[in-house]
């Protein structure tokens, strides 16, 4: 699966993965579990694959230092668009960034970056990032995003994983085995919260998937 792939989807409007919504977990463990309001502005959330996820908005508007990487330019445009924030766009190591007060979204190719591109990062918020990638580019993807994050860092991870016979991704099935093979030897992996979730995605109901789960994983970097 390459870039043009994602390109061309949003070309062509095909976001179903797009949500108007703030994922709940995020809420749950940014908001209700996070630090306090005052303390935020000392985190700093990496958004990779971001997609216009609305997400960022949320974080920025809750306080948090936030980066994201997206490649599609259409998407940062029309994420910009769509949010009552003021964007100058500007250059950053040779990528084109769009920055407001405590949000930037960089406009690159995730597998390019090096860490000076996104700063000292304390947290990453991983939602159908992972699960976009089929599976020889996932170990690649968890490799990358090691090299970028320091010993400390707090990943929110969330999968899906569905029969994988059933159903051609993106998004791609991913078990709770593979994410421990994965993600085993630097980082410290807790499962939060593992939910049914497939009458609340008719899309991919009517794709003939028979059970959607749903998981959301703390990893925290150990070394
Ligand atoms: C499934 S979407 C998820 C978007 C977002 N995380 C969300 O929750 O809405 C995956 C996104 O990753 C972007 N993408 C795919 N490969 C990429 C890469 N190598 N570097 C940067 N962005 C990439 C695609 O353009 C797409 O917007």
Redesign the pocket.
């Known amino acids: 699966m390459d870039?043009d792939f994602?390109?061309e989807?949003?070309d062509r409007g095909e976001?179903g993965?797009?949500?108007q919504h703030i994922?709940p977990y995020l809420g749950y463990y940014y908001g209700e579990l996070g630090p306090p309001p005052e303390k935020r502005a000392g985190f700093r959330v990496f958004?990779?694959?971001?997609?216009?996820?609305r997400?960022l908005w949320w974080l920025q508007q809750s306080g948090y230092d936030v980066v994201g990487?997206?490649?599609?330019e259409l998407?940062v445009e029309q994420f910009v668009a769509g949010e009552p924030l003021d964007f100058k766009k500007t250059d950053r190591n040779g990528h084109d960034s769009y920055k407001t007060d405590r949000l930037e979204i960089l406009v690159?190719?995730?597998?390019d970056l090096q860490e000076q591109d996104i700063g000292n990062i304390t947290d990453i918020y991983?939602?159908?990032?992972l699960?976009?990638?089929p599976v020889d580019m996932r170990r690649r993807y968890v490799e990358k995003i090691t090299a970028l994050q320091p010993p400390g860092t707090r990943t929110l991870l969330i999968t899906l994983t569905y029969p994988d016979r059933e159903m051609e991704g993106?998004?791609f099935s991913v078990t709770e085995e593979e994410v421990k093979d994965l993600y085993s030897g630097d980082y410290r992996i807790e499962k939060l919260a593992a939910k049914n979730v497939l009458e609340d995605e008719p899309r991919f109901k009517q794709r003939g998937l028979t059970s959607l789960t749903e998981t959301a994983y703390k990893l925290t970097r150990i070394r």
């Open positions: 870039i994602w390109l989807r949003w976001t993965f797009h949500q994922n958004v990779p694959l971001c997609g216009k996820s997400d990487v997206e490649f599609s998407a690159a190719d995730f597998f991983d939602r159908a990032s699960i976009a990638l993106p998004p």
